[in-house]
């Protein structure tokens, strides 16, 4: 007979299975809603209260997921510190996106087909969340910049350099945040670049080591007679 605490793991994995899909669709709605929010200036009222609507019922969404994953787990108060990505979705939805990323492995595996070797995978998932954290930290930059006094960004576009630049820890200077927020989401996105980029620029290095030592070893070894 099986044990409260291995049923509960059961069906929190067959909960997690059974969501992993519809919660990434309703990310991407999520991050579009956002956007449509923050750029859609000349967009009638009913579509940004269509948007707002669309939000709210998202994170609700994220919200029951959390709650019933939380208590499937058995961990207790320990949940929130174990989970810290899906404990940091809840307080900041727009990280949401991020959880997009393990889905198509889980679909690759659905479907049966090979998956990519470690190095490939580890830069496509990297560079994948670099780009999903990039767009939606460029939103809240903007949000928060483009009307403040004194500051210089005042476009998308604007956020945008300053995010790329911030991401590649370049900083050319030319667009800085002056609001508190602003600068908090540039350093929170600095060390989130710092780990994103080092993982592809290390996986990729490892995966040219690896492809010139294999390469060595065929050209080292005797012709076959």
Known sequence: MRTRP???????????HRTELPLAA??????????????????PQYVHDLCLALLLGCWLLFRIDYAVRWRL???????????????AV?????????????VYEAIRRRQHRP????YARVMSYAGLSTALIGFAG????????????????????DAVWCVCSTLATVGYGDAVPVTFLGRLVLVALMGGGLALLGAVTGSFASWLLHAFAEEGERADRPPAS
């Open 6 to 16: 291995a049923l509960d793991q059961q069906r929190r994995h067959r909960w997690e």
């Open 26 to 43: 309703a990310s991407l709605v999520f991050l579009g809603a956002y956007a449509a929010r923050v750029l859609g200036h000349g967009l």
């Open 73 to 87: 787990s058995g961990e207790g108060a320990l949940f929130w510190a174990r989970h810290g990505l899906s404990t």
């Open 90 to 102: 809840l307080l900041l939805p727009l990280l949401r996106p991020l959880r997009v990323v393990p």
């Open 115 to 118: 998956r990519l070797n470690l």
């Open 138 to 157: 460029a939103l809240t930059v903007y949000t928060l910049e483009h009307s403040a006094e004194g500051s210089s960004i005042r476009t998308f576009g």
